[in-house]
């Protein structure tokens, strides 16, 4: 299974981007999908997850959309009103299961398969 992150660049603040995340080897349509990031310094953190509902880290809520289209297994993140804090690399990461709580959804360790990670830098 290989999960290959991509879409990310050098953006203003305001600005868009959507970043995608092409699933090969395998399907997650009955599993669970997420974005996480990691910013210089930092622990990675969680973005936004699609499995049982969506789900969004509160700094994001509103302004990211998670979405997948299953029939070409990829997933997305639709990233509008970008402020500099948002500046991290982003990964994709999937489960083949469900979560039954929002906390294990928002957990880097629930996840089994990772992306490389695509470089998002916002400058203000």
């Known amino acids: 299974v290989q999960l290959q992150a991509s879409g990310g660049g050098l953006v203003q603040a305001g600005d868009s981007l959507r970043l995608s995340c092409a699933v090969s080897?395998?399907?997650?349509?009955?599993?669970?999908m997420a974005w996480f990031r990691q910013a210089p310094g930092k622990e990675r953190e969680f973005v936004a997850a699609d499995g049982r509902g969506r789900y969004y880290a509160d700094s994001v809520q509103g302004r990211f959309t998670i979405s997948r289209d299953n029939p070409i297994n990829t997933l997305y993140l639709q990233m509008n009103n970008l402020k500099p804090e948002d500046t991290a690399v982003y990964y994709c990461a999937a489960d083949d299961r469900t979560f039954s709580t929002r906390y294990a959804f928002t957990q880097h360790k629930s996840y089994y398969y990772w992306g490389q990670g695509t470089v998002v830098t916002v400058s203000s």
């Open positions: 080897g395998s399907t997650f349509s009955r599993g669970t």
